[in-house]
Nanobody, 124 residues
Framework: QVQLVESGGGLVQAGGSLRFSCAAS????????MGWFRQAPGKEREFVAA????????YYAGSVKGRFTISRDNAKNTVYLQMNSLKPEDTAVYYC?????????????????WGQGTQVTVSS
């Protein structure tokens, strides 16, 4: 069992930055691939970024590539999402998720554990 707790959401102006943290409790965090997803009102949950268990492989949605950076610290059982140059269309609830498969994947169904979500609102 892995429990995930996100922090770092909030209100920011367009062009600003935020950094999310996702702290994991439980065993074997370092063997899990981690992902970030988001869901805007009235829309389906969409993939944002993912990182492999070792941190050596990352993948981003086209809409955030070059602006967002995913990283992890296995010693701290934490994964991060640095978000720069935020746009109003980035407004959503952001979720971190853990995939026991260990490799990068964009498919929500392959993530077994999910955090509770944290709201980001980007004003224009």
């Amino acid at each position: 069992q892995v429990q995930l707790v996100e922090s770092g959401g909030g209100l920011v102006q367009a062009g600003g930055s935020l950094r999310f943290s996702c702290a994991a409790s439980g065993r074997s965090f370092s063997s899990y691939a981690m992902g970030w997803f988001r869901q805007a009102p009235g829309k389906e949950r969409e993939f944002v970024a993912a990182i492999s268990w070792s941190g050596t492989s990352t993948y981003y949605a086209g809409s955030v590539k070059g602006r967002f950076t995913i990283s992890r610290d296995n010693a701290k059982n934490t994964v991060y999402l640095q978000m720069n140059s935020l746009k109003p269309e980035d407004t959503a609830v952001y979720y971190c998720a853990a995939n026991a498969g260990g490799q990068v994947t964009t498919t929500p169904n392959e993530y077994r554990y999910w955090g509770q979500g944290t709201q980001v609102t980007v004003s224009s």
